[in-house]
């Protein structure tokens, strides 16, 4: 099935995901037959979930709505906008909101806040999918019908640019085999070049380890401020809050057909930290490349670069070479954990930029 550009594949019946429903309403009306409870559904997501719900609970409630949105096709903004707000009939009440889906927990965290400021008898969240592998943590859930993997589906209330929420099954998108690099090289060596065409012939997310830490300290976001704080210190970046980094770039980016990690993994620890964080998505690092080039080539390169950027570090032949040496020592043990792994490839990065890259396509589609 197609909904707009992308291809979805049958994952839930509707008589796997009624009983799910079913599994839910029991669960609460265990705990609130005796009273009348107010049910919250979260729109636009929960309506056929909130409609089924009601069906197959048969006791006294109250039923009311939000809407909040944290979604632009495939992928979470981060950002939790609140268009339709509480009734303040909620107040004194015990309150159960219906969500459709929890996934990372930010649109949770909002209607936590929403509701700190009612005075409400009781707050409890329940949802029809958990992604549980995904999920922050941060609150309870009280009641489920099913966990998920962390995958993109659409159908009965959930969609993909408004399409899709009219399905009375749910699909999941027909992902091709997702390709995830890691990119070494000595500075000078194009990376940063071959990573552009390598994303756009791959449709690849480039995450530049560099680049997300400038963002995340400029934008002052929680990490930022975090990482900022170690640095303030003189401190190294503790390997998880950089992972923590990645981890958000990954899920923000969930149309990718894959991702360039550049400049992470550094050492062995962090490549072993990459491949755990990675098996919670299903997904591995399938090969390493190393662009490969003659030092003097580099330094005479690098020279050349600094006159035109003003770079000091690139104006300098002794800081250029102890650069080197430092990529030298640090990368000695990565390509002994890669190449343990089977994936590991080195590429001459000396020549017309399309050759280079086609060296690197020719690894990657043979993979």
């Known amino acids: 099935m197609q909904l707009h550009d992308k291809n979805f594949i049958p994952y839930l019946s509707e008589a796997e995901i009624l009983a799910a429903v079913q599994k839910v309403a029991d669960?609460?009306?265990?705990?609130?037959?005796?009273?009348?409870?107010?049910?919250?559904?979260?729109?636009?997501?929960?309506?056929?979930?909130?409609?089924?719900?009601?069906?197959?609970?048969?006791?006294?409630?109250e039923v009311s709505f939000v809407k909040m949105s944290s979604y632009q096709g495939l992928t979470s903004t981060g950002i939790v906008e609140t268009l339709l707000d509480i009734s303040e009939e909620v107040e004194g009440k015990s309150v159960i909101v219906l969500e459709d889906i929890i996934d990372t927990g930010r649109t949770l965290q909002a209607l936590i806040h929403m509701f700190s400021n009612i005075k409400v008898k009781e707050f409890k969240i329940a949802t029809l999918f958990y992604k549980s592998e995904i999920y922050n943590g941060e609150y309870a859930i009280?009641?489920?019908?099913?966990?998920?993997?962390?995958?993109?589906?659409?159908?009965?209330?959930?969609?993909?640019?408004?399409?899709?929420?009219?399905?009375?099954?749910?699909?999941?998108?027909?992902?091709?085999?997702?390709?995830?690099?890691?990119?070494?090289?000595?500075?000078?060596?194009?990376?940063?070049?071959?990573?552009?065409?390598?994303?756009?012939?791959?449709?690849?997310?480039?995450?530049?380890?560099?680049?997300?830490?400038?963002?995340?300290?400029?934008?002052?976001?929680?990490?930022?401020?975090?990482?900022?704080?170690?640095?303030?210190?003189g401190d190294l970046v503790p390997d998880e809050v950089t992972i923590k980094m990645l981890q958000d770039e990954v899920e923000k980016n969930a149309e990718a057909s894959g991702f360039i990690f550049d400049g992470f993994p550094r050492t062995t620890?962090?490549?072993?930290?990459l491949d755990a964080f990675l098996a919670t998505r299903g997904?591995?690092?399938?090969?390493?490349?190393?662009?490969?080039?003659?030092?003097?080539?580099?330094?005479?390169?690098?020279?050349?670069?600094?006159?035109?950027?003003?770079?000091?570090?690139?104006?300098?032949?002794?800081?250029?070479?102890?650069?080197?040496?430092?990529?030298n020592q640090k990368t000695a043990p990565l390509r002994d954990f890669y190449d343990a792994q089977g994936k590991f490839h080195s590429v001459n990065g000396i020549g017309d930029i399309d050759d280079i890259t086609q060296r690197l396509a020719k690894v990657i589609e043979e993979l």
Do not use: W
């Open 27 to 61: 669960a609460v009306a265990a705990d609130y037959k005796d009273e009348t409870p107010i049910f919250v559904g979260v729109l636009n997501g929960s309506f056929m979930f909130v409609a089924d719900f009601l069906k197959a609970y048969q006791h006294p409630c």
């Open 142 to 233: 009280d009641y489920f019908g099913m966990e998920i993997p962390n995958k993109f589906i659409v159908g009965y209330g959930l969609d993909y640019n408004e399409l899709g929420r009219n399905l009375r099954a749910v699909y999941q998108l027909n992902q091709p085999h997702m390709i995830n690099l890691v990119l070494f090289g000595k500075p000078g060596a194009g990376k940063g070049t071959q990573a552009e065409y390598l994303k756009e012939k791959y449709n690849l997310k480039h995450i530049s380890t560099g680049d997300v830490f400038r963002y995340n300290i400029k934008n002052k976001t929680e990490l930022g401020a975090l990482a900022q704080s170690y640095m303030d210190k």
């Open 269 to 273: 620890a962090q490549a072993k930290a």
């Open 283 to 327: 997904m591995e690092i399938n090969a390493t490349i190393a662009l490969e080039a003659n030092d003097e080539v580099l330094v005479q390169r690098l020279l050349e670069r600094g006159k035109l950027s003003g770079r000091p570090d690139d104006q300098d032949e002794t800081k250029i070479r102890n650069r080197f040496e430092e990529y």
